[in-house]
């Protein structure tokens, strides 16, 4: 079993839905859990960060942690085309562990 | 703040050639510097992590005699990919960490390698 495993899409939604993108993991040993966004043959940009189960919010993104079942999750509320791009969920302690990632698609 | 930039952007060699990327913090300096390499559609895969003036820690699977790793100093590090073939083609992506939490570690914008 892989340490993070992510759906890879594509996902494709109407613009103004409500996206929502996951994460398992296994390691009960990770403390942080991230969301980064990369667009294509760019480097991968901090969107969300959080240590803690429960909910995070910022904006128009809610990241949700579930440690009991090692779940996470990315909400995107008001989704725009601009939010089209692949998001990673990582995780780690002293080291960043990356998912594979899920292109997502904002259809105008 | 935290930019970090990596040069070049793109490069395509010959197969057994060595290829030079070279990595800096713009604005702060990185008490730790790490190497990724992305295949298309994959995840990130951890390559190296590497503090200034020491040796570099390499993952599980990756040749360090084939990815050499200098860090000259808190704002320069360089990748070479020595004796590059075809399946070293890839996107390779620095991070420098400014201080000890992973969300103080920032991205370059990536480095594509295409070996013929």
């Known amino acids: 079993q892989k340490e993070v495993e992510q759906d890879p899409g594509p996902l494709s939604v109407p613009e103004g839905a409500i996206v929502s993108l996951n994460c398992t993991y296994s390691?009960?040993?990770?403390?942080?859990f991230m969301w980064y966004r990369q667009y294509s043959r760019k480097g991968p940009e901090l969107l969300m960060y959080?240590?803690?189960?429960g909910n995070k919010e910022d904006g128009r993104f809610t990241a949700q942690v579930d440690k009991s079942s090692k779940y996470i999750s990315l909400f995107i509320r008001d989704s725009q085309p601009s939010d089209s791009a692949t998001y990673l969920c990582?995780?780690?302690?002293?080291?960043?562990?990356f998912g594979k990632g899920t292109r997502l698609h904002i259809l105008p | 703040g935290a930019v970090v930039s990596q040069h070049p952007s793109w490069v395509i060699c010959k197969s057994g050639t060595s290829v030079k990327i070279e990595c800096r913090s713009l604005?702060?300096?990185?008490?730790?510097m790490f190497w990724y390499r992305q295949f298309p559609k994959q995840s990130l895969m951890l390559m190296a992590t590497s503090n200034e003036g020491s040796k570099a820690t390499y993952e599980q699977g990756v040749e360090k005699d084939k990815f050499l790793i200098n860090h000259a100093s808190l704002t320069l590090s360089t990748l070479t990919v020595t004796s590059a073939h075809p399946e070293d083609s890839s996107f390779y992506i620095c991070?420098?960490?400014?201080?000890?939490?992973?969300?103080?570690?920032?991205f370059g914008p990536g480095t594509r390698l295409t070996v013929l």
């Open positions: 390691n009960s040993a990770f403390q942080y």
């Open positions: 959080t240590y803690s189960s």
């Open positions: 990582a995780m780690g302690g002293d080291k960043i562990i």
């Open positions: 991070s420098a960490r400014v201080g000890r939490g992973l969300n103080e570690q920032f």
């Open positions: 604005d702060f300096q990185a008490t730790t």
